[in-house]
Structure formats: C-alpha cells, structure tokens
C-alpha cells in the first residue's frame, strides 16, 4: 500500500498563520496530509517545524529543522496520540536525554545520548512500571555494571558488561523468590558456574 501511495505524492506549498517560511504539505492520492514541514528556499534545506501524521491523521512525528539538520526536541507518537519517544538533537545529532513510553505513557527506557552515541546510564522498565534493567554505555556499547530484575522487584542478575553485552568477571543469579542462584565467572560472554546453591 505504502509503495502505491508514495509515486502518488504530490507538494503543495501554503502558508499558515503568517509564518515567515511556508509550510511544504505533502498528500497522497485522496488529498489526505502526509506530512508538512518549513522549508526555507535560500537553502534548499528544511528549515522549522516538521510534522508526520499517521493514515488516520494523528501526528506521528514533531520536530524541528535548523539548516535542514534536526535541531531541539522531537516528539514520536502513537497513532492514539500518546507520546512514544521523545529525542533531543542539536546540530542533527541526537544528543541529551532519551525516554521511551508504553502505551498510556508509561515510561520504557531512559537514558542519555552524548553526540549521537548511547552513554552512561540507561533503564529499562516493565509495563507496570518496575524497573527491568540498569545498564551502562559507553559509545552505544554496554560496559560497566548491569542489573536486571523480575516483574515482582526481585533480583535477577548482576554483573559486568564489557565490550558490548558480553559478561565480563564475575556474575550473580537469582531466582524470581529473590533467593541466590549460581555465582559464574564470565570471560567476555563466556561463563562458567563457581558456585551453585541447590
């Protein structure tokens, strides 16, 4: 269907409210807006707000341009109208803080980019709202310390990360009780139990 519709596009431009740049709107067949973005033609380049919808005209995506590279916060939604993600870029670079929702915005995953690259630390969430993951990144790589949970709050594991979601050192188990498990020493991904409670 996508395929149909995208050599059936047609722009229009327009201008709403008076804004210095016009709005460029791009429809499909049936007249109906696919998206609609400034555009500033010294330039050549999108210049302004940008927005997305979905085929039943709820925004998809709002974000803005500077010099035709993603500049300040962009907002994804649901075809609900609900928040999916929300990004911070500067310069066209995605950059600040990260956040990811459920459904109903319920936060997903956290964390920080620092120049397009996914570091320090990031959360990742249950539906319910517990916490289903603390990880560390440095240059879109885990490394560092992880700790990951059941959907009750127990512990499940914790350990080290290195070089990507290889565990490195040692590693601790648990049982969804929240009762130890296994202690394994890991060499980048490769583990073995030293210790086991039965």
Not at 102 to 130: A, H, L
Request: proline fraction near 3%.
């Amino acid at each position: 269907m996508k395929a149909k519709l995208i050599p059936l596009l047609l722009i229009a431009f327009v201008w709403l409210n008076g804004c210095k740049e016009p709005y460029h709107m791009e429809v499909d067949a049936n007249g109906k807006i696919v998206s609609k973005f400034q555009y500033q033609d010294s330039i050549q380049r999108k210049h302004g707000e940008y927005i997305k919808y979905f085929e039943n005209g709820q925004v998809f995506e709002r974000a803005r341009y500077q010099d035709g590279k993603l500049d300040g916060t962009r907002y994804l939604f649901f075809d609900n109208g609900d928040i999916s993600t929300i990004e911070i870029y500067k310069d066209g670079m995605i950059d600040s803080i990260y956040k990811e929702f459920f459904p109903g915005v319920k936060i997903k995953r956290m964390g920080s980019y620092i120049n397009g690259k996914m570091k320090g630390k990031w959360q990742v969430y249950y539906p319910i709202g517990t916490t289903k993951e603390i990880v560390f990144f440095e240059d879109n790589l885990e490394n560092g310390p992880f700790v990951e949970y059941y959907e009750n709050g127990f512990m499940k594991a914790k350990g080290q990360y290195k070089n990507g979601d290889n565990e490195d050192g040692d590693l601790y188990l648990y049982r969804p009780d929240g009762s130890f498990e296994r202690k394994m020493n890991c060499q980048l991904g490769i583990c073995r139990t030293v210790l086991l409670n039965e």
